[in-house]
């Protein structure tokens, strides 16, 4: 699958670094990368977790050099009430293995709904079921990534009026 810009909104920038976002799917992994001005984030390729036979750790460390990132934002799966069920425990546990692997930081990011958005988008511009599950993953990480980027153009907008 190649590399497309899916997203329909303008992410706001990322503050002069490269940044990976990954949201862990128990089959597929998305990814989407922001660069420095670039206002699209950029859905990469979606990575087939159960072909990588327990190297996924080893295939984001590769994707990190080859694009040179700066940092990483994991997604980590929140039951709706804020809680942390199996699957964030399992992100958390892989948060871990990622930062060890990485000389990087890697961040967490709240990806409640991230995935419902991303069905309801691609349902907006006309994708079948079937159509949807080579771009679920990938549109997921997009999402992720503009909301992370979005509340940190805000700390920052709010750091700097503090300041000035």
Known sequence: MSSIHFTLSEAGGSSGERVLAVDLG???????????GRPLVEGLPTVDRKALKGKLVDEIRRIALERAVDRVVLGIPLSMDGSE?????LAREFEAELAAALDLPVEEWDERLTTEAARTRLREIGYSEREMRSRLDQLSAVLMLEGWLRARTLADERETGERG
Do not use: K, Q
């Open 85 to 89: 069920g199996p699957a964030a425990r």
């Open 26 to 36: 128990e089959r597929r992994v998305g990814l989407a990368l922001a660069e420095p």
